[in-house]
């Protein structure tokens, strides 16, 4: 069984910096994609930012510049350094992993972190 875990989220001031942890484990062969999205009560959850396997990303707009994503393929870990933080990037923040097995292919989600940004 996978399995996601997420760490590093909390509180801090706008302008302040944080960075999330989520580290894959169980049986696999291999991670696919990994991300991070976010999500904020009564509305969907959306995509903060993704990386493939190779090391390419996408960002969402709203944190281009300020989010960077990164992964350790070896750790089996995604990392999310946000800086420049605003109350508006307060959400419960999602890792995800496209994990390849011998039993197939599938989504994976963590319990996800709450961030707050105080103004």
């Known amino acids: 069984q996978v399995q996601l875990v997420e760490s590093g989220g909390g509180l801090v001031q706008s302008g302040g910096s944080l960075r999330l942890s989520c580290v894959a484990s169980g049986s696999f062969s291999r991670i696919d994609t990994m991300g991070w999205y976010r999500q904020t009560p009564g509305n969907q959850r959306e995509v903060a930012a993704v990386i493939s396997s190779g090391g390419a990303t996408h960002y969402a707009v709203s944190v281009k510049g300020r989010f960077t994503i990164s992964r350790d393929n070896v750790k089996n870990a995604v990392y999310l350094q946000m800086n420049n933080l605003k109350p508006e990037d307060s959400a419960v923040y999602y890792c995800?992993?496209?994990?390849?097995?011998?039993?197939?292919?599938?989504?994976?989600w963590g319990q996800g972190t709450q961030v707050t940004v105080s103004s």
């Open positions: 995800s992993a496209r994990i390849i097995a011998t039993t197939g292919t599938g989504d994976h």
